[in-house]
């Protein structure tokens, strides 16, 4: 599943792939965007990937193999418009709305986009993990031949993603992730619930599953009127240790969620060296969703 790039590494070799011939070190950082120390760790680890010309460098055929590969894999089977006709005939039978877990679905249209941008980036080949996904998003990377887990609460979605050859587990989020899953993943996505209790403890199981380095992918919107909501998801992620490397405003469209502008923001970020678990507690009976439980300590 994993790829045998990670991005840094991608991003070097790709460059000297480019550059058609050796280039020197600080030459290969422009191009790469990357540091010397990154250049120096490739160079330590996988120096058969790699070729001299003096004091330059430039790419040897393995590593060029490498890179034609990883890029061909990120090529999606299928155009956005041709996605969204697929998806609306595999949804047709979908489980409805549970507005008790706080489902809202997104349009198709977004669906697809996500699940194009997902492995533009190259996640499903690093390991993916979906944290809930009454959205589907895994089956539109399915469709594309993508690899991907889900992990939701709601037997309905599970059954439904199972059948269609999605490898789904049903668990509840109050509950740690089952060790199978845990550090296993070089990529999480999630939807998590409005509230911000719902949000950290979603952000608390992205943690368990990420391996060191991955990324958090995580939708979320607010309205303009109330600001102060997403800055306080923003502050849960800081607390969490995660950087975010992009925002994108508006990247999902949602029947429904009008209170939000029917929108959300996709926030891609950096598992840091700090990252660790928020507090959350919760009483016996409290409801993860629309009750607004369990509390975040103070």
């Not at 600080?26 to 004091?55: K, T």
């Not at 587990?169 to 999480?188: C, K, Q, W």
């Not at 995580?218 to 607390?239: H, Y």
Request: hydrophobic share 45%; aromatic share 6%; net charge positive.
């Amino acid at each position: 599943m994993d790829s045998a790039l990670d991005e840094g590494e991608l991003r070097v070799l790709g460059a000297l792939v480019d550059a058609g011939g050796p280039l020197a070190r600080s030459a290969l950082v422009r191009a790469a965007g990357e540091p010397h120390s990154v250049i120096a760790a490739l160079e330590r680890a996988h120096p058969e990937w790699l070729a001299r010309a003096g004091e330059k460098l430039e790419v040897s055929a393995l590593g060029r193999a490498l890179v034609e590969g990883e890029r061909a894999a990120r090529v999606p089977s299928r155009s956005l418009e041709a996605l969204v006709e697929l998806l609306r005939e595999r949804t047709r039978a979908r489980p409805g709305v549970k507005r008790e877990l706080d489902q809202v679905h997104l349009t198709l249209p977004s669906v697809a986009r996500r699940a194009l941008r997902l492995l533009a980036e190259g996640e499903p080949r690093r390991g993916l993990l979906l944290l809930g996904d009454d959205d589907l998003t895994s089956l539109a990377l399915a469709l594309l031949g993508a690899p991907v887990e889900v992990v939701d609460v709601d037997p309905e979605i599970v059954s439904f993603l199972q059948a269609a050859g999605v490898t789904a587990h049903e668990h509840d989020l109050r509950a740690p992730l089952p060790p199978t899953l845990r550090g296993r993943f070089g990529a999480v996505f999630s939807d998590p619930p409005y509230a911000p209790e719902g949000f950290a403890l979603f952000g608390n199981r992205a943690l368990e599953a990420l391996r060191v380095g991955g990324r958090y992918w995580v939708a979320f919107g607010w309205s303009r009127r109330a600001s102060e909501r997403g800055l306080a998801k923003q502050r849960i992620l800081t607390e969490l240790g995660l950087v975010a490397e992009e925002v994108v405003p508006d990247f999902g469209v949602y029947d429904g969620a009008e209170t939000l502008g029917a929108r959300s923001a996709l926030w891609i970020c950096r598992r840091t060296p700090q990252a660790k678990p928020v507090s959350i507690s919760s009483a016996p009976g409290d409801e993860l969703y629309t009750r607004r439980r369990p509390r975040r300590r103070r």
